[in-house]
Each structure stands twice: as C-alpha cells, then as structure tokens.
C-alpha cells in the first residue's frame, strides 16, 4: 500500500524567505503523480503544484518549485520569495496513474509567514 | 468552464439524525467523483469514489453511504449520525487524461 509522509507538523518563516516542506512517500509503482496541495483558512483545496513520475525535469509553478528524488522517493517542495497569503496547511499527495485518480494524502504541514 | 459545488458549507447535527450532503459538477461530462473526510489537523481520508451513474466504491466501512443518481450528482448520507462523524468533507472530482483533482468548498459537520 502507498503511504505518503510530512515529518514536519508546522513550520514559520520571515516573508520574502525561501522555505522547504519534506515529503516521502513509500511506493512499488514506476508510474504515478505527486502533487502539493494548499488549502488557506478557506478550507478550498487548490493545486499548488503537479510533477509526473516519468520526469526527471523537477516541476516549477512561479515562485514554487519541487525537488523530486524518484530514488529516495522524496518529494519537497520550495517556496521563494515567500508571501504572507502563502500561510496555510500544505498537503502532499500521491496517485498512482491507474487507480481511478484517487489520491493518498500526507498529513499535512502548518506553514505561517510572519511579517 | 468546470464548476463544482457542495452545500451546505456548515452543519451543526445532533447525534441520532440523518445527514445529506450534496455536491454537482458543471460543465463536464461523465467525472469520477470522490468524497474525503478531514479530521482536524489530519490529511484526507477517501471515503467513497464513483465512476459511473450507481457505481460507488467504498474505501472505509463506516456510518456513511454514498449515491450518484446523476452524472454530475454525488450524494453522502447517513442514517443516524454518531459523535466521531463530525469533520471536514470535501467532494471532489476528475476526469480521464486530466490527472489533477479538483475540490468544492467543503462542508464542516459537527456532531452535537
């Protein structure tokens, strides 16, 4: 079974800091996506950033980019230049490319951006 | 453009009542479509997915039921609710070749 892990419960930064949240994941698949996901206060859950298994060229989205380690199954992701609307919970997960596109989640890191 | 929409946004219900929560998808045709629990401060946990009209595949035995009487209708129930229901649910949905899911608004019950 796939599990997906963030070690770290919470973290806070500086605005304008550059900050990276860990993920790991445990999987016997060659083929599947991983994805960061951001949910502000709000409680909407929206797609921070997406990166295919079969690429090795890491994802980059702006000021947000991935560091994808298929052999360690590392999954992190940074933020430059981080902003204070960059505070939320941030969620990993993964899917595997033939299972009805569910998702398995980390659970979950607590970003805060000071001022 | 797709939309997708889930009320009620809160729901405060005693123990022992029914539940129903209803989330439609706009401007698409045939999704899959997911229900996900969150717990405070935990990941989400699927609950139901459906890839079809009446298919639904459960991922957790529990209290909960879930129905699709319509393509773009997903339907989660419960009989009689107990205290441990209480939660964030997030309805979800996807669709073939677009490897992305995307989320509605997301109810929070609380189970007096």
């Known amino acids: 079974a796939q599990t997906v892990t963030q070690s770290q419960p919470e973290m806070s930064v500086q605005e304008a800091e550059t900050v990276t949240l860990s993920c790991t994941y445990d999987?016997?698949?060659?083929?599947?996506?991983l994805f960061w996901y951001k949910q502000p206060p709000s409680r909407q859950m929206i797609l921070v950033i997406r990166?295919?298994?079969?690429k090795q060229q890491n994802a980059t989205e702006n000021r947000f980019s991935v560091n994808f380690q298929k052999a360690a199954k590392s999954f992190s992701l940074k933020i430059s230049d981080s902003q204070l609307g960059d505070t939320a919970m941030y969620f990993c997960a993964f899917m595997k490319t033939a299972s009805n596109y569910q998702l398995i989640w980390g659970a979950g890191t607590k970003l805060i951006i000071k001022p | 453009s797709q939309t997708i929409h889930q009320w009620p946004a809160t729901l405060v219900q005693p123990v022992g009542s029914p539940l129903s929560l209803e989330c439609t998808v706009e401007g698409t045709s045939n999704p899959n479509l997911y229900w996900y629990r969150q717990a405070a401060g935990r990941g989400l946990q699927l609950l139901f997915y459906s890839v079809g009209i009446g298919q639904i595949s459960s991922e957790v035995p529990q209290n909960l039921s879930a129905s699709r009487p319509q393509d773009r209708q997903f339907i989660l129930s419960s009989k009689k609710l107990l205290l441990s229901d209480s939660g964030f649910y997030l309805c979800?949905?996807?669709?073939?070749?677009?490897?992305?899911?995307?989320f509605g608004q997301g109810t929070r019950l609380t189970v007096v």
């Open positions: 990166q295919e298994a079969y």
């Open positions: 979800a949905w996807s669709v073939q070749g677009v490897n992305e899911a995307f």
């Open positions: 999987t016997s698949e060659n083929n599947y996506y």
